[in-house]
């Protein structure tokens, strides 16, 4: 039998790609996590699918594996000697076709609008939510080591996906968007 713990975290520490150990709160295991905590939140959220969402599916899966690959990458460091990126620019142009297709069949907006609407429109808007803070965490980690750039800019771009595939979720649910009521209007 292969057992799944190590007990290495039983002194709040564990293994990273290169089998260096270090702090669990290390700022690698950090972003990572974060990306990792997201890719979970997709799942989810694609467990919610309605039949009116379901032709969401099989972008959100190729979503969790894209993550699955940006979280290798970052939990890598560059000095490992089996060291070899495996995520590149070709997803996130990907992403931005998707982004811009969103963006054409939702309605025009000029004004913020509250995360919310359909209960997966909820969902997608707190995946845009987690991306944000993943990006923060990998921010925080460029400053300390080398990263794939092209993670980084995956995950910025990631969370204007979801705030634009939220807006298809109300649409295809048949829900409009809630307009913040105080927002002057900010997109022309």
């Known amino acids: 039998m292969v057992r799944i713990y190590t007990k290495t975290g039983d002194k709040g520490q564990t293994r990273i790609i290169g089998k260096r ?5 290390d700022v690698r295991v ?3 996590g974060s990306v990792d905590e997201l890719n979970s939140w997709v ?5 919610q699918l ?6 969401l599916h099989a972008e ?4 969790q594996q894209l993550l699955f690959d940006a979280g290798t990458d970052l939990a890598t460091p560059a000095d490992d000697p089996k060291h070899d990126y495996i995520f590149d620019a070709k997803s996130t142009k990907w992403l931005e076709g998707k982004i811009d297709h969103y963006t054409e069949v939702a309605p025009p907006v000029q004004k913020f609008i509250l995360p ?3 209960q997966v429109a ?6 845009r939510t987690i991306t944000r803070r993943a990006e923060r965490e990998v921010v925080s980690l460029q400053g ?13 771009r990631l969370s204007d996906y979801f705030f634009a595939v939220a807006r298809y979720a109300n649409v295809l649910e048949g829900t409009e968007d809630v307009l913040y009521r105080n927002s002057r209007p900010v997109f022309r």
């Open 30 to 32: 950090n972003a990572y």
């Open 144 to 156: 300390t080591a080398e990263i794939n750039k092209d993670v980084l800019v995956f995950i910025n």
């Open 116 to 118: 919310g609407g359909s």
């Open 21 to 25: 150990v270090v702090d669990k709160d």
């Open 43 to 47: 799942g989810y959220t694609d467990s």
């Open 60 to 63: 959100l899966q190729e979503i």
């Open 50 to 55: 309605t039949e009116k969402t379901a032709e």
């Open 122 to 127: 909820s969902a997608l808007h707190v995946a």
